[in-house]
């Protein structure tokens, strides 16, 4: 495969080539050069908010397919484990269930709520045994409010993801933040993963895509702020339409903001408004279609209807509209990247930059 390069200076750096995104190797070799070295959503706090509470996930599936398990033990620590018994690969719990303890249903290899061993039938005899391979493998979790996050890999910390956000936003209360299942929404987009998160990662489409997100917010003061592993669009209001109360110990104190759109890479969408947080996971599938889930949890409900976060749903049609025909268009033979606008797409380029070096 050919080795990616972006320069770091946006003035004269070229796009991604279009293998990219057309070679079945790039999107293979993705999955442990990207995604397994990243941070994933997986799950949130009611889920495993009392002890005993135990729910398994896939993570990423259809793409890593990682058979993950939440738990929450006596003591109310959440873990994040493996479910795959260490025996013989059997998933250890298939539905979500309360339980004292964790035992596989095909051969009773017994563990604790933590992923501890704690036994086995007829492995009297064996020597060596147990040893620490025999617990439930278990993961890093971060939690951000009511969000949990881990990382299959665990090289680069958390912080490193996250903490420009947090700081950015200490000031609301994201504990308060309440998951709304029947608000949220999954959109199979017929396109490239790495496309929708472009799309994403520039406001400069707005005023020809999305006219009325347009008529809320003040495209001339719309800016991109770049961190090592983030970064944030900030949707300014034009006057008289929604936007946050900010308090003096925000560092926008003073500023009309309708929206702030943080992406963590490679495929994290925290869209904060005034009525509370929109985020976007965006799932690969294949080289041409991605599964893009909505979560939605809900902090202030009489703003839930205004302002940039009013019409998500419409936003997200006109979005993969055009995402799609730009799936159709990167195939083309006579297409193979170009520069970036210098003001508009530095969050495109600085993602390019992220691919580029971890795929190195």
């Given at each position: ?8 200076n ?8 279009t ?16 995604f ?6 997986v ?28 738990t ?13 018994c ?22 009773g ?13 007829e ?24 969000l ?12 490193l ?11 609301l ?19 490239h ?37 983030s ?14 109360d ?19 890479f ?40 205004k302002g ?11 979005d993969e ?24 797409e ?15």
């Amino acid at each position: 495969m050919e080795q990616l390069f972006v320069d770091e200076n946006i003035a004269v750096a070229k796009t991604l080539p279009t293998l990219f995104y057309t070679d079945p190797n790039y999107f293979e070799a993705s999955k442990e050069k990207i995604f397994a070295q990243s941070w994933q959503f997986v799950g949130e706090k009611s889920l495993v908010d009392a002890p005993g509470k135990c729910y398994p996930v896939s993570l990423l599936p259809n793409y890593l397919n990682e058979p993950l398990l939440l738990t929450c033990d006596k003591n109310k620590q959440v873990h994040c484990l493996s479910n795959v018994c260490t025996h013989r690969g059997n998933l250890v719990i298939t539905e979500a269930c309360n339980a004292a303890h964790l035992r596989c249903k095909y051969h009773g290899r017994l563990f604790d709520l933590d992923g501890t061993f704690r036994a086995m039938p007829e492995f009297k005899e064996v020597q060596n045994f147990p040893t620490k391979d025999d617990n439930l493998h278990s993961l890093p979790l971060f939690h951000l409010g009511p969000l949990l996050f881990t990382s299959l890999n665990n090289q680069l910390s958390a912080h490193l993801f996250f903490n420009d956000m947090m700081q950015r936003m200490a000031w609301l209360p994201l504990n308060d933040f309440i998951f709304r299942p029947e608000l949220s929404k999954e959109y199979q987009v017929k396109a490239h993963w790495a496309l929708y998160c472009e799309n994403y990662l520039e406001g400069f489409h707005i005023p020809f895509v999305h006219a009325d997100l347009n008529a809320v917010i003040d495209y001339g003061n719309y800016t991109t702020e770049l961190f090592p592993y983030s970064n944030l669009q900030v949707g300014v209001a034009k006057d008289g339409e929604d936007c946050f109360d900010l308090p003096p110990s925000s560092p926008d104190y003073g500023k009309n903001i309708a929206a702030y759109y943080f992406w963590v890479f490679p495929n994290l969408m925290f869209n904060f408004y005034p009525w509370g947080l929109s985020l976007n996971v965006v799932q690969p599938v294949s080289m041409a279609e991605t599964k893009v889930c909505f979560y939605a949890f809900v902090w202030d409900e009489s703003k839930r209807k205004k302002g940039a976060g009013a019409e998500l749903d419409k936003v997200e049609l006109e979005d993969e509209e055009v995402v799609q025909q730009v799936q159709q268009g990167i195939r083309s033979r006579f297409y193979n990247g170009v520069c970036y606008s210098v003001t508009l797409e530095q969050g495109t380029h600085h993602f390019h930059q992220l691919i580029a070096a971890f795929r190195t």
